[in-house]
């Protein structure tokens, strides 16, 4: 492409883009010459004499006069490419009156050019001949080397250059004021931040020759986050104080900076001396007659007093305080006085208020001329401003800020209108006698009269002036006020909000936020403010004065103007605001502000005919011109200023350069006439599509490109069309919306629901409005730049223009539903007459002789019909490119998408209409409560087309159906059917004959019946649609957008629904899943009076897993259950925690407790906690079950019958007591054994808790019984009446007797926990233990585990990772059937061990509520030694009710006892089994299967503490005895103790291998060796405590023996078989050595769970000697 444009234009024929053609003056002899170059432009910068071209690829160009390069051609008529920026590659580029400046891709600033001043930042050189880096960097931060600012875009001025970084801040270099800086010295040569702007968002800079401008950014919500300047960054006085009066704080931001003069709204607009041109203002200014014709001014009278003039400065209406003969009054409280007495004042209020125009000449000079070297800043700031007398202070500043704070806190509450009355400016006026200046302080008189003169003239100015009408403006600026200028916008705008707009009622027209959320990222801003400052002799600045501005000054006046991009001239400014007007202000001395209105030092509109709409502006020397849309696309040009005649213009030029400021009429004189509004210029039409104009000096320059493929004309018409339709809508919201919101009586005359649809229609049009303007900005900004596809947001961001769109059209639907339009016709008419002509011609309505009502609908859907000429405009422009292009492919789908969206607003308006035509015709009592906004009429039945089956014969039914609601109107009711819970079946016709309709609501079927198929064809497809509308939610017209309609919307939905029959559920919300007309699935359910179910439902119940909530109104707390449930009522496992604190864990049935469960009741510290758990019935504890009363310290474990214990059961005390027997009623009562701690025991009646009563023995511990008959408490005074016996010696075995009774009178072990076992087997499937199918059970257990895991992958924390390894190793069933080899029988042990690892299976779930209540039963008081034989048992019971599930899930694994086969060789398996008894030797090896060889490694390491604790304390005696012994002998050295133990000395170990010397050696045994002989087999004997299962025990003393015979075998080198004489004294001192503090408790488990299969056996044989071994130890008697 870039090759083919280069050769286009070698040929001399003319490219297609960037076309550049230049011309001077506006007379029709003037035409534009074309520059011919080898790129196309991009951009032009013109200076004086000289001008800068951008073009494709970053090249720069110059041409013009340019006196500082050194080779200088008189004028070089070709533009000369400037050669040291090769390489880089430019991307703007700018021109000052003599020097330029380009700026590269990477933020890299160059400078050219005149030097003198500073102004290309290069110190030591006065003329610059190539462009030259200059860095702007940042000194304040803390980096070494400083960090540089990449920068943005450049503008240049005459003295000085300003940059716009790309953090959006200003840098400034050069001379002058202009610059912003509070510099002492100029020039400045190092670009310094602008610091009055920092933190604010700047959008583009601008110069004048000796002025400056800034477009900022307000500040809105999103710029908060900037750090508050606090302190003012010239005089660095703090910027605003805080006054604390006793009842409130005052914030005054009233600092003033004396850098620089600023003057407030009001000053500016009615006391600021405006000298117009006809007056004479210096002596040194020839007086010349004046050119304009409007603006002569008529003599003014001479006013007699003096002081009548400044007086009056009508501040009342703004603020309490006004200033009257120079005193300060304050009229609402009190009264304040200003100290210095009557003739201070008066003599200040005499001289005039104002530092006269010379003195600030002077002051400018001196700052300019650099002569101000040598004084302190205080001394030029003393030159304008001198301390009079002892009225003010010589710290201006302070005693200001007081004066200020204190009638901020005299006003009270007003302080921001008092800011603004009272400003600190107007004092200054005020107090500083102006003459003063002149001789450097001491006060001179100076003659009145021409001041005075001045003042009513201003006055007089300002009266006249009507087009920018004052009041008017400063009410605008006090109504919408978004920001204040300067900092008083950070102080608190809320508070200025709030007492700034007394009287406006807060309807958002313009959103302060910006139109949509990402507004301010994606489209162009439109709240802005314009800053100036710099030199304002010509009133450039638009500050309504002549003075100039150190600092940067917010212009009042155009705020809210929307301004888009300013421009400066050399005396002049210019601002174009996104409603395509033009604002100038400054010198006007050619017409080129395009108005002759004066005062010109306030902006005011150039004079354009209507219609035409500005887009681009540019400002020369002493002209303007103005790129502008008129009736056709192409683009016009305006120009406005002075004429420039051929033969005259070199000789200009020198005068030019030494008559700025005094000669400019002179010049025009001979330079010929100048325009008074801009003029068209006829050639425009020839160059084509214009997309920027330039001027500068006396040139002007328009860039053009010619319209190939009509891609250029259809770009220029989309954004002609769309600034055309934002100038639209502003007239339509500031001629009919605003006026009629403001209107007092609306609200009273609308009603309150149609006044806040209105707002809301309001605030929407609002946002569609500023989106509108935003994209045309944006639009415009792309024609000036880009002209790409790709630079259209439209394309982007479809969405933020539809949704704007539908949200309005949505609001203009239901303000046309609820009749807003026919009520806002009254005070339509009020406000616009009977007449509509303005509504007429806003509305573009063709049609007469139409309603008020009927113009007001077609005005406000007027925007909807935009949305077309957006997808016409994207269509043409998409011919434009191939069709395979990417470019084609977006712009065709944002095509489509606006015309689908204008479809669907075309549908909604219909709907609106219709609706609305409904609401007319139906009766109005119903019309009231079933008329909302957002509802819309989708048929009706008043065609009888369907009545209700069975209906009387006078009833009415009338069915009407909205997009919300189906409505069943009666004759007086109405009765309404939400859509989301309405399901609708055409009932066949075969059946009946009638065309039926099924309607199922979820309190109410309905049978209705159409008049014909057609009807019920109809309104099933209605209503279906209305459904599934309704369901994908609001009007997000699923449907309509599709051809392919869906048959009917989904059976099963989410929605929610509040009953209201009576009933269980009346009043209740329910919110979640339904399946035809009934709750299904997850959900919530409320009723009134605080009950909150939430889980699953099953057919309208609740049904699975689900928490429910209840409050309970006398303990003010709630009932929390969670659990399972079925049929509406809980069932299964679930917790329930009851509001007092009691806690059930387990099992219910049909709502009450039932089956297995826990109940803890308070907590410790409680006034009765207490735990029970065991079977319940119909909520009743009855069954077995242990009951833990902690206070009491008493456990018991027995049956139960309605919550009382009753039949036999045991309790043991913390204190040791004992008791097993019967009970009744909650009491011991019958037959029982009571024991204490130290044995004493008693046999016989129980009347209550440890009452005995009756008959009976009493068994003291040494064997000495009572027998008798019994009365009294156990452990106060018993009565006894019977027989004392001393039993005699033989009689020893008494005691043996009674230890084998205990465990008669309690619930034995096989009735123990039925409930938690037949929870299992209902579980698998089975009525009853063992009946029912174990295909059936193993299905049962396949659900379990699948649908624990899915509640658990909602919630993934409750297990770790190797749980969830587990659960999916369960997933696969083993093999179940068929006959057991070994092999089955493992992978059934591991199945097993997997099994029972998780609480999810069946069989986890058991083995976990087993341990759970054998650690209820024989932990804590129930760790009783009494116990044991009870635990022992009990434990062997599970093993066998667990074996029988086991047998049950595998059926073909033998029972108890039985035998597997080993799998073994051919040979031995030829023998018969009648055979087997001629071989008795060798029986086939087999494994025996055992309950407690499959289950006592799962069951018994988890209930293995509770269990050895009691077996500890069983065997307590033995085992002290037995410590002490082995304690004792360890105490001597092995040789020692091998021979007190009878070791033959052929065992005796004669070396021993070592570790220490060195490993593998072997070390002699001597006397003094300890603990070495046989370590290892002690080591090994020693791990018996660490194992679980006897069958691990046993295990341990097999490898113990093993060991030893080892050793021996290597001290005897021969193979060797034991003798128990041999091998007894070898073992003993194994075991003595390896000090087992347990041992008898160790021995007792083995023995009492020892598989029985082994006892016979080698472990048999092994066990009974290590049994024997601690006998021995025990009755050891030591020599």
Known sequence: METQSKSSWDDGGGGERGLLHSWKGYSYSVTPERLLLPRPVLQVALGSQH???????????????????????????????????????????????????????????????????????????????????????????????????????????????????????????GSGCQLGLNAAVFPVWKPQKVEHLAGRYVLQVACGASHSLALVRCLGSHDGHRPHVDKCGRCNELLYTMTDKEDHVIISDSHYCPLGVELTEDDGKLEAPTPTTGLKTSPSEPVLPSYTSKSESPAVPTVADPTSVPSQPQASEEGEASLVNGMLQVSDSGTLALSGGESDAVAGAKSSPYPDEQAVKDYLKKLSDNTQTDTKASGGLNALLPSTGGLISSTPTSALNNLVASCASAVGGRVASTYEALSLKKMMNFYLPSGASRSGGSPGVVDNSAERVRQEDSMQGKKSSSTGDIREEEAEGLRRRLSLPGLLSQVSPRLLRKTGRPKMRAVALTPLGGAVPEDHEVLPTLQTEVWSWGHGEHGQLGHGDNLARLQPLCIKSLNNKEVVRVAAGAHHSLALTAQSQVFSWGSNSSGQLGHMESPSTVPRLAKLSEGIRVWDVSAGERHTLLLADGDCIQPIIYYSGQQVKEGEEEGGNEKELHQQGGGEEEEEEQAGGYTQQPVLLPFCMNLGYVSSVFAGGRRCVALSDRNVMGFIASLHELASAERRFYCKLCNIKSQILRPLLELESLSSALGQVIFGLLQTLASRFGRLCHLTGQHATSLTASLRRCREVKSLLILEHTSIFLDCY??????????????????????????????????????????????????????????????????????????????????????????????????????????????????????????????????????????????????????????????????????????????????????????????????????????????????????????????????????QDAASGSSVQKLEPPISRTASYTFYKEGRLKDATYEGRWLSGKPNGRGVLKWSDGRIYTGAFKNGLEDGFGEFVAPNKTLNKNDHYQGYWKDGKMHGLGTYRYASGEVYDGSFQEGVRHGHGMLRSGKLNTSSPSVFIGQWLQDKKTGYGVFDDITKGEKYMGMWQDHQRQGTGVVVTQFGLYYEGAFKDNKMMGTGVLLSEDDTTYEGEFSDDWTLSGKGV????????????????????????????????????????????????????????????????SQLGCEAPGQ??????????????????????????????????????????????????????????????????????????????????????????????????????????????????VRFLFPDLPEEGGLIPEPTTDLQEKNEPDSTDALPESPKPARVVSSSALLLPVLLPRLYPPLFTLYALDKEREDDVYWECVLRLNKQPDLALLAFLGVQQKFWPVSIPTSLPAPGEKQQVIPSTKDACFASAVETLQQISTTFTPSDKLQVIQLTFEEITQEVQVLLKQDFLWSMDDLFPVFLYVVLRARIRNLGSEVSLIEDLMDPCVQHGEHGIMFTTLKACYYQIQHEKVT
């Not at 068929?1378 to 609480?1399: E, F, S, V, W």
Request: aromatic share 8%; proline share 5%.
């Open 1258 to 1321: 009493l068994t003291m511990p040494n064997g000495d019984y009572l027998e008798g008959s019994f009365n009294g408490e156990w452990g106060s005074g018993l009565k006894v009446t019977g027989s004392y016996f001393k039993p005699h010696l033989f009689d020893t075995d008494k005691d043996k007797t009674q230890a084998m009774k205990l465990g008669h009178l309690c619930v034995c072990a096989e009735d123990k926990w039925p409930a938690v076992f037949e929870e299992c087997w």
């Open 806 to 1035: 539908n949200d309005y059209c949505s609001a203009v639907g239901n303000f046309q539903v609820m009749g807003g339009f026919q009520a806002l016709t009254k005070p339509s008419i009020d406000m616009f007459g009977k007449s509509p002509e303005l509504l007429q011609k806003l509305s573009e309505c063709g049609e007469e002789n139409l309603t008020t009502a009927d113009l007001l609908v077609v005005l406000f859907y007027l925007p909807s019909r935009h949305l077309h000429e957006y997808s016409r405009l994207l269509l043409k422009l998409a011919t434009c490119f191939e069709v395979c292009s990417t470019e084609y492919q977006k712009l065709q789908d944002s095509c489509s998408k606006f015309e689908a969206s204008v479809l669907q607003l075309k549908r909604k308006r219909k709907e609106a209409d219709y609706t609305v035509h409904f609401w007319k015709i139906f009766p109005g009592k119903m019309t009231d409560s079933l008329r909302k906004p957002y509802r819309r009429l989708i048929c009706e039945s008043s065609n009888k087309g369907l009545t209700l089956q069975n209906a009387g014969r006078f009833s009415v039914n009338w069915f009407i159906l909205f997009n919300d609601v189906l409505v069943h109107a009666q004759f007086s009711t109405h009765h309404i059917f939400p859509l989301a819970t309405l399901w609708v079946e055409p009932i066949p016709e075969e059946d009946t004959g009638l065309y039926g309709l099924k309607v199922i609501t979820p309190e109410e079927t309905l049978t209705l019946l159409a008049s014909s198929p057609m009807e019920k064809a109809k309104w099933l497809r209605s209503i279906n649609q209305a459904v599934d509308q309704a369901l994908s939610g609001k009007g």
């Open 51 to 173: 001008g800068v071209l951008l073009v494709e690829g970053g090249q720069v160009y110059s041409f013009g006069e340019l006196p500082w390069k050194q080779s200088q051609v008189p004028e070089p008529a070709k533009p000369t490419l400037e050669s040291a920026l090769s390489g880089q590659r430019v991307v703007t580029v700018a021109a000052g009156s003599f020097h330029s400046g380009a700026v590269t891709e990477d933020g890299g600033v160059h400078m050219w050019g005149e030097n003198s001043a500073g102004q290309c930042g290069l110190s030591g050189l006065s003329t610059v001949p190539n462009p030259t880096p200059v860095a702007v960097q940042d000194l304040d931060t803390v980096t070494v080397p400083p960090q540089t600012v990449p920068v943005l875009e450049l503008a240049c001025g005459e003295k000085h250059t300003l940059a716009l970084s790309v953090q959006r801040e200003v840098w400034a270099w």
């Open 1332 to 1445: 029912g199918e174990p295909e059936k059970a193993w299905e049962n257990i396949a659900v379990a585990l699948t649908t624990s895991q899915r509640h658990i992958l909602d919630s993934p924390e409750i297990l770790s990772r190797s749980h969830n390894k587990t659960l999916e190793s369960l997933e696969v069933i083993p093999q179940h059937v068929g006959p057991i080899t070994m092999d089955r029988y493992n992978a059934i042990r591991l199945y097993l061990i997997k099994a029972c690892d998780t609480p999810l299976h069946p069989l986890g779930r058991l083995l976990e509520t087993l341990v759970a209540v054998y650690r209820m039963t024989y932990v804590g008081v129930g760790a009783n030694r009494r116990l044991l034989h009870q635990a022992v048992s009990e434990i062997k019971s599970y093993l066998n009710r667990i074996f029988l599930i």
